[in-house]
């Protein structure tokens, strides 16, 4: 009860930090607000989906049914992240670039994650015995995810960005004002938090 | 037959047990072909005349050849759960010369039809091929990645049901890359500018390796219980 409480008020403290805070930034103005919504759930989407894929290998390993609930539970809060991810940075893109989607390497990437985690639960749900479907399913997981790097490292390289540099880039130091920065690590903790929240929650149906 | 025991020989008399039962029905193999065959001929009579850029050449064919393996390629398993032989194979033989044996003959499967579809696409589509060695390491190293990936898709669905349809679902996410890049590598075998041996046929060849070996690993998994 407390953490919720606690949680709540960061919450709340972290969006108005966002709204009155954060400076409007060079070239994007007002837009840059939607980064610290983006940022945070593409963050907490990749860790539930190695989270989930990290389960499923403890699965295989113990058959002990809890690490299959996890690694279900993390794979769907994973897709809900991601979703909101893709949402939020197809709405920026339509502000910035002028359209909602244009297959930049970033959307092929997001969009691969959520067909194969749309895939990881249309096998959940077509197999009738728990055993089997934690097996199957980790096993499904854990196979996807080997075609991971490929998507995230090479086709960048082969397909022009419109996508911002990330945060950490490749030269290695952090162009950003340091308010904005501050805000950024506090939006990813707040939304870390409301995930771990979410994933251990006494009651669950999946 | 006798019942030999290392592994090799397991794995070469698998494939010899999967070309056999083919060639008695050659259901597989017709049914392979045909699909292909239909495909092609919709894409080209819808196409009619037009010379197309490589581009839409490479697309296209890529897109005929990835939908005729999804027809094809799930039935390695399919077949032996639906006449009830996988506790025989469980019985006879352990994982790897299985998977292999399996693999193997999905390769050779889809090399058939590359065979049967290369000519058949070149001629209908009026296309050019002026870097062949190229396109034939292109489509020798797509078709491995192609195997290795659906066979343990195929193998995953045993246990499952309402196999077929799931298939393709599953298959896809996991080919995207490998099709992405064959893609453009096909595209360049198409056009008539050089072809350069560039970092993408390493990024083909590393993909076949970490796909087979992580199948490798994971079908221990599907076939003990």
């Not at chain 2, 070309?19 to 001929?41: C, K, N, P, V």
């Not at chain 2, 639906?82 to 003959?105: C, D, M, N, W």
Request: some cysteine; aromatic content about 14%.
């Amino acid at each position: 009860m407390f953490f919720d409480t606690s949680l709540t008020a960061l919450t709340l403290a972290v969006i108005w930090a966002v709204f009155y805070l954060v400076p409007p930034a060079q070239g994007l103005g007002d837009l840059v607000r939607i980064a610290f919504f983006h940022i945070p759930t593409a963050w907490v989407s990749v860790l539930a989906f190695v989270l989930s894929a990290w389960w499923s290998i403890l699965y295989l390993k113990t058959r002990k049914i809890e690490a299959d609930a996890l690694s279900c539970r993390s794979a769907a809060l994973g897709l809900i992240f991601c979703l909101l991810a893709t949402i939020s940075g197809a709405v920026f893109a339509k502000l910035t670039w002028g359209a909602y989607w244009n297959w930049d390497p970033r959307q092929i990437t997001i969009f691969i994650l959520l067909l194969v985690y749309g895939a990881y639960f249309a096998l959940r749900s077509a197999i009738a015995e728990p055993p089997v479907r934690a097996r199957l399913s980790a096993v499904y997981a854990l196979f996807a995810g080997a075609a991971m790097p490929f998507l995230i490292f090479v086709i960048p390289r082969y397909y022009s960005s419109l996508h911002p540099e990330p945060v950490i880039n490749a030269s290695g130091h952090i162009d950003m004002d340091p308010v904005m920065l501050a805000v950024l690590l506090a939006a990813s903790a707040v939304m870390t938090l409301i995930y771990l929240r979410l994933l251990f929650r006494r009651r669950c149906s999946a | 037959m006798p019942i030999r025991f290392s592994a090799f020989h397991k794995t070469k008399d698998l494939l010899y047990k999967e070309l056999t039962t083919e060639f008695r029905t050659r259901y597989g193999t017709s049914a392979l072909l045909m699909f292909s065959l239909t495909t092609l001929s919709a894409v080209s009579m819808s196409i009619g005349a037009q010379s197309l850029s490589p581009d839409f050449l490479a697309i296209l064919f890529w897109i005929i050849l990835f939908f005729s393996a999804m027809a094809g390629l799930s039935r390695v398993f399919l077949q032996e759960s639906e006449q009830g032989t996988l506790q025989t194979l469980r019985i006879y033989a352990s994982s790897q010369p299985v998977f292999f044996g399996k693999f193997i003959y999905n390769v050779l499967l889809l090399f058939a039809l590359t065979l049967f579809l290369l000519p058949l696409f070149i001629v209908f589509l009026n296309a050019s091929v002026p870097h062949l060695g190229e396109l034939c390491l292109v489509l020798f190293l797509g078709n491995i990645g192609l195997s290795g990936a659906a066979t343990l898709i195929a193998s995953l669905l045993t246990q499952v049901q309402g196999q077929s349809s799931l298939f393709t679902i599953l298959s896809f996410p996991i080919i995207l890359p490998l099709l992405l890049f064959c893609i453009q590598l096909t595209a360049a075998a198409f056009s008539s500018e050089g072809f350069t041996l560039d970092n993408r046929l390493l990024f083909l060849t590393g993909y076949d390796v970490v796909i087979l070996g992580l199948a490798s690993v994971l079908f221990d998994y599907i076939w003990y219980d």
